[in-house]
């Protein structure tokens, strides 16, 4: 496993590390199996890990405060997410910052999130969601720095919108934030148009999410996928997205060499960039978890590859299925 500093916050962190919404939302999840992966992941060296008050209402965090407490002698990163106070992802213009992220409000879910933890401290604290508007005004910050004072959070972050990365930037740019958690993978690659330059700039550190495109670019999902009722990713996976993603992932496929995977090389895509501090694939099972740590053991794509992967940047905005 290889580590990348965390942006001004100076921690060492696996580039690899470990996202949790699955194992506390998605059907076919088995917590058994989950808390065997997270540990294999400890095993192998990863030590940053994603997770969220709203992965479960808490189960997903109350998964990483087990896992913290078994590995005492390891450094464990934990980030975490406050919910907007409207419950509604993705945030839109028109919601406002007393909608979302009132004072008492995120006081609220701080502590919330250290009960389910069962921990004394949140490494990373970030805004479920965001707009940028609400830069202007400093409510959101009120009671942060107090937290920091009480040594209840040490790092504050943003989680920016699905296929939205211009909306976090001045954010980034005021220096307010320590780290920001935009999607980047080999279809959504625009981050590295102003998000990426600005968080090396201000030394923000850089959360790729949902390096598989929710699975997609792990080559695994056909034009008939579908998922028991109550998954959210037959909301997302809508016949007008699944037929054009996985069009688009047979054609990244043809480029792929022999005897490596399409996830291992989506992994490694993402960690070309510099820019990029930590990746946090979503993986519930062992194997895909053994698989994924490949990915930093393999170091750098070859230079042709890369520029042939480079050519499969999708542009989308969001829609009403995008979530
Ligand atoms: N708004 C936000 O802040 C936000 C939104 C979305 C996601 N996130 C964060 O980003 C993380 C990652 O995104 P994601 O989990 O939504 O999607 P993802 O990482 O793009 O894809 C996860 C899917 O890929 C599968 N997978 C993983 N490795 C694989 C491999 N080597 N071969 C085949 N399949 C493999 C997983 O299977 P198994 O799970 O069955 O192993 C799971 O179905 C989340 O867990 C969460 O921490 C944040």
């Not at 907007?84 to 919601?95: C, F, G, H, L, T």
């Not at 004394?120 to 409510?139: G, N, P, R, V, Y």
Request: hydrophobic letters at 40%; one cysteine or more.
């Amino acid at each position: 496993m290889k580590y990348r500093r965390f942006g001004r916050m100076g921690w060492m962190v696996s580039e690899l590390g470990y996202g949790m919404w699955g194992m506390a939302g998605w059907s076919g999840s088995d917590d058994a199996e989950s808390l065997a992966s997270l540990q294999r992941s400890v095993d192998l060296g990863c030590n940053f890990f994603d997770t969220a008050w709203a992965y479960g209402e808490g189960h997903s965090e109350k998964l990483l405060g087990k896992l913290v407490r078994a590995n005492p002698s390891k450094r464990l990163y934990v980030a975490t997410k406050i919910p907007p106070k409207n419950m509604q992802w993705p945030s839109r213009r028109e919601y406002t910052l007393d909608d979302c992220f009132p004072p008492e409000h995120v006081a609220e879910y701080v502590h919330a999130s250290l009960r389910n933890l069962g921990l004394e401290q949140i490494d990373l604290i970030q805004f479920h969601t965001w707009e940028d508007a609400w830069i202007q005004s400093d409510k959101w910050l009120k009671g942060l720095d107090e937290f920091r004072r009480q040594g209840l959070i040490q790092a504050v972050g943003i989680s920016i919108n699905r296929w939205e990365s211009w909306n976090g930037l001045q954010a980034v740019r005021t220096g307010l934030v320590d780290a920001v958690q935009a999607i980047y993978n080999i279809f959504d690659q625009s981050p590295e148009d102003e998000l990426f330059p600005a968080c090396k700039e201000k030394d923000v550190a850089v959360i790729a999410r949902v390096p598989f495109d929710e699975g997609a670019l792990t080559g695994t999902l056909t034009k008939g996928s579908r998922w028991p009722v109550g998954d959210w990713r037959n909301s997302y996976f809508v016949p007008e997205n699944l037929n054009a993603t996985v069009d688009r992932v047979e054609a990244i496929k043809a480029v792929v060499p022999v005897g490596t995977t399409l996830a291992e090389t989506a992994l490694r895509f993402i960690l070309m960039n510099p820019a990029v501090s930590v990746t946090i694939p979503g993986m519930r099972k062992i194997r895909n978890l053994e698989a994924n740590v490949t990915a930093s053991e393999a170091g750098p794509l070859d230079p042709e590859l890369y520029s042939q992967l480079r050519k499969h940047r999708w542009d989308r905005t969001p829609t009403a299925w995008s979530q």
